[in-house]
């Protein structure tokens, strides 16, 4: 099991900054990759930016140029820089973590951080 626990997540205006933050505890070992997943009102949760094990990253078109996906290893935290926030980043963001394995894998969550970017 793995359990994932974000922070960071406020009010801010357009154009200003955020960091949020998804610390990982239990079996750290199985995770495959982390992302981070944003879900604003009325739309479905969509994927915005990983990281897998050997460090490859993606991001969302969406967000490309404006946000960045780092961790920590020793600490054992994923972060999400967001940098130049519109008002249409406004959503909860989820962490999530994926293990995978032959046959099989598990997707496990954060209980989300709330962003708000007024106009």
């Known amino acids: 099991q793995v359990q994932l626990v974000e922070s960071g997540g406020g009010l801010v205006q357009a154009g200003g900054s955020l960091r949020l933050s998804c610390a990982a505890s239990?079996?750290?070992?199985?995770?495959?990759?982390m992302g981070w997943y944003r879900q604003a009102p009325g739309k479905q949760r969509e994927l915005i930016a990983g990281?897998?094990?050997?460090?490859?990253?993606n991001y969302a078109d969406s967000v490309k140029g404006r946000f960045a996906i780092s961790r920590d290893n020793a600490k054992n935290t994923v972060y999400l820089q967001m940098n130049n926030l519109k008002p249409e980043d406004t959503a909860v963001y989820y962490c999530?973590?994926?293990?995978?394995?032959?046959?099989?894998?598990?997707?496990?969550w954060g209980k989300g951080t709330l962003v708000t970017v007024s106009s």
């Open positions: 999530n973590a994926l293990s995978l394995w032959t046959g099989g894998g598990m997707d496990y």
């Open positions: 990281i897998t094990s050997a460090g490859t990253i």
């Open positions: 239990g079996s750290i070992f199985s995770i495959n990759a």
